[in-house]
């Protein structure tokens, strides 16, 4: 899943804690990679009691990791994957996909 801000994809994790986080944006879970988190003004959702940005999204409820309130996620709201932006997917994709198979499965 790539940044969803600039579009950078995740390499291989070196041991221990990712500097990549994850948040909210949309009613959506994103991935925002450590240059976009020093950008102040990354649009995302806020927990309505703390006004947190540490919020997680999974099976239909966001909770925030600050202060634990859980909410149900708003029907109806366009799901915004990372990096998608509400268009279509990201291109280059296909055959980056392509192209790790390939490495796997030792095509050349």
């Known amino acids: 899943m790539p ?5 950078a994809r995740q390499t291989d994790p ?4 990712s500097p990549w986080k994850r948040a909210v944006r949309r009613e959506a879970q994103v991935l925002v990679c ?3 988190q020093r950008v102040h003004d990354l ?3 806020t927990c309505a009691s703390c006004g947190s940005i540490a919020l997680i999204c999974r099976l239909g409820e966001i909770e925030c990791r600050s202060c ?3 909410r149900l996620a708003r ?5 915004v994957t990372a990096g998608s932006q509400g268009s279509a997917p990201m291109p280059g994709l296909a055959a980056e996909v392509e ?3 390939d490495r796997v499965l030792g095509r050349s």
Not at 75 to 79: F, K, M, R, T
Request: proline fraction near 8%; include cysteine; hydrophobic fraction near 35%.
């Open 75 to 79: 029907a109806g709201e366009p799901l």
């Open 43 to 45: 649009d995302l959702d």
């Open 99 to 101: 192209a790790a198979l």
């Open 3 to 7: 940044c969803y801000r600039c579009g």
């Open 34 to 36: 450590p240059d976009c």
């Open 68 to 70: 634990g309130e859980v």
């Open 14 to 17: 070196v041991r221990g804690a």
